[in-house]
């Protein structure tokens, strides 16, 4: 995969990653991550991404220690996303944003020879992921905005309807579990659903939950 260029595949995409270990962060297809980097080992890998591909791998990890390195054991399935912008502070640390790609499936982890851990992936089962809107006439949009009104009315959010009616549902769904302020368990259920329509369906469950542990459902859902 050239840098500049999206896979038409899962052909395209690379067999082996880094991958940045990352509790409570979501990154999407054709979503944007903002991330701030200022540890070593992780200033090594988005030179050496930089070098190559420009690819790197979001995983969460597990609240379990591996006996095989002493670091965190990961979740099994991440999001690849393309170093999309980089800037230097000026004082060791790396301003970046990742533009998710697709989701991908850890086979196992390669053997310690980076500062970085680098795990062996495939990419076929999210071959969706690359085919832009796929799926998103399924999605409940009326009810998706109706649930976010409460949602933000509840919590004295602040949004913007005019870009929000702009918004394509792959965008609107994606973007909204990406700066969902769930934990690292629903975060990961939201990477990991199917298809958008599933997605959409588990951030309505998922928020109709905090709204009823808050107090209050919403008129619209009962």
Known sequence: MKANRPPRSSDDLPAQLPVFPLEGALLLPRG?????IFEPRYLA????ALASNRLIGLVQPKNVVSAYNGSPQLLSVGCAGRISQFAETGDGRYLISLTG????RIVNEQAAITPYRKCNVAFAEFE?????????????RERLLNLLQTFASTNHVMIDWDEIQKTTNEA?????????????TEKQALLEAVTLKERADVLMAITEMELARGGGTPSSLQ
């Open 32 to 36: 944007r991550l903002p991330l701030n």
């Open 45 to 48: 890998m988005i030179d050496d």
């Open 101 to 104: 790609v697709a989701r991908f």
């Open 128 to 140: 969706r992921d690359l085919e832009e809107r796929r799926g998103e006439e399924e999605v409940d």
């Open 172 to 184: 609107l769904v994606n973007a909204l579990a990406m700066i969902s302020p769930f934990g690292p």
